[in-house]
């Protein structure tokens, strides 16, 4: 059974950084997509990036790009998203998904999906200006 699971999160002044994980487990060989979302009350969903583990290749979202990086530690099977100059508007449920890859191409809009085979329950980052 895959599982995925966040950590990292918590209170951070403005300026600051965090680094959240999401820690795979159960997932079959092959390759995956795994990606990082957020969603702030009263907010729809936005997907930060996504990350091929095949390639090794993240593919950040354009309004986060910049400040946001994707990595991972293979031997762990944990995605890192390293964030930087944290804001108050990044205050939200972070959470991560993976799905396998379909296609070779399937990673690169994978953060722009709304439904996903795996989910982890999020971790909650909170930004004080």
């Known amino acids: 059974q895959v599982q995925l699971v966040e950590s990292g999160g918590g209170s951070v002044q403005a300026g600051g950084s965090l680094r959240l994980s999401c820690a795979a487990s159960g997932l079959s060989d092959g390759s995956y997509c795994i990606g990082w979302f957020r969603q702030a009350p009263g907010k729809e969903r936005e997907g930060l990036g996504s990350?091929?583990?095949?390639?090794?290749?993240?593919y950040i979202s354009s309004s986060v790009k910049g400040r946001f990086t994707m990595s991972q530690d293979n031997a762990k099977n944990i995605l890192y998203l390293q964030m930087h100059s944290l804001e108050p508007e990044d205050t939200a449920m972070y959470y991560c998904a993976a799905d396998k890859r379909k296609i070779p191409t399937y990673c690169i809009g994978y953060y722009k999906r709304t439904s996903y085979d795996y989910r982890g329950q999020g971790t909650q980052v909170t930004v004080s200006s």
């Open positions: 990350f091929d583990t095949d390639k090794n290749t993240s």
